[in-house]
């Protein structure tokens, strides 16, 4: 989630000040992605830049500022909860890139590397299971907000346990010379290029 939408959307209920932004945002998100309060601050004068927000008056006792939406901040905010995100650019995941790797690494343990992170997603998994039946039969607004972000988690954990199994599944129909060493594109690996050496050698020597 964008730190910049998530802070006009609190400010499109009233004005408040960036400790308070923090707060809210880690509350309404379970405190999945926390924030510092320089994140904050540092968003809020990019939106001020932008003509989207704009101070309240002067500073408090405690010397803090509260923010509101300007009109060209609420009309951005309203576009952002009607605009469906982009899901067009694929983000780095670092279990893919790592398997990826792994794979064409030729000293590489696959298959542990697999059990290794199912073991972990696993916990992850079970961790999130029990958070989940701690949630109230009648939950909050609130509430509902952390349960949604929850759910998402477990969801995403799920699909990772899949994966992780059909990763398992689709090497242990590899032969393992592929895995000690093939090439994506049909690069030699290291007894290839000395296989053809030798036949180089070979070759030269029926000629002299």
Do not use: C
């Amino acid at each position: 989630m964008s730190v910049k939408q998530g802070l006009l959307a609190l400010l499109a209920e009233e004005p408040m000040y960036g400790a308070r932004l923090r707060s809210e945002f880690e509350a309404r998100t379970g405190g999945t992605w926390p924030l510092n309060v320089g994140q904050v601050y540092t968003t809020l004068a990019r939106l001020e830049r932008d003509g989207l927000v704009e101070p309240v008056g002067g500073s408090d006792d405690e010397g803090r500022i509260a923010y509101r939406l300007t009109a060209a901040g609420q009309t951005e905010i309203e576009s952002w909860w009607l605009t469906p995100v982009d899901r067009d650019s694929t983000p780095r995941d670092e279990l893919v890139i790592k398997l990826a790797l792994a794979v064409t690494a030729p000293e590489v343990d696959v298959q542990r590397v697999v059990q290794t992170q199912r073991t972990a997603t696993l916990k992850h998994l079970r961790d999130l299971t029990r958070l989940k039946s701690r949630a109230s039969d009648e939950p909050t607004a609130h509430d509902l907000a952390w349960l949604l972000v929850l759910e998402n988690l477990l969801f995403a954990a799920e699909a990772e346990v899949r994966w992780l199994d059909h990763v398992e599944s689709t090497l242990s129909r590899m032969p393992s010379a592929t895995l000690r060493g093939a090439r994506p594109g049909g690069a030699a690996t290291e007894p290839d290029q000395e296989d053809a050496r030798r036949a180089a050698a070979a070759s030269k020597g029926g000629r002299s």
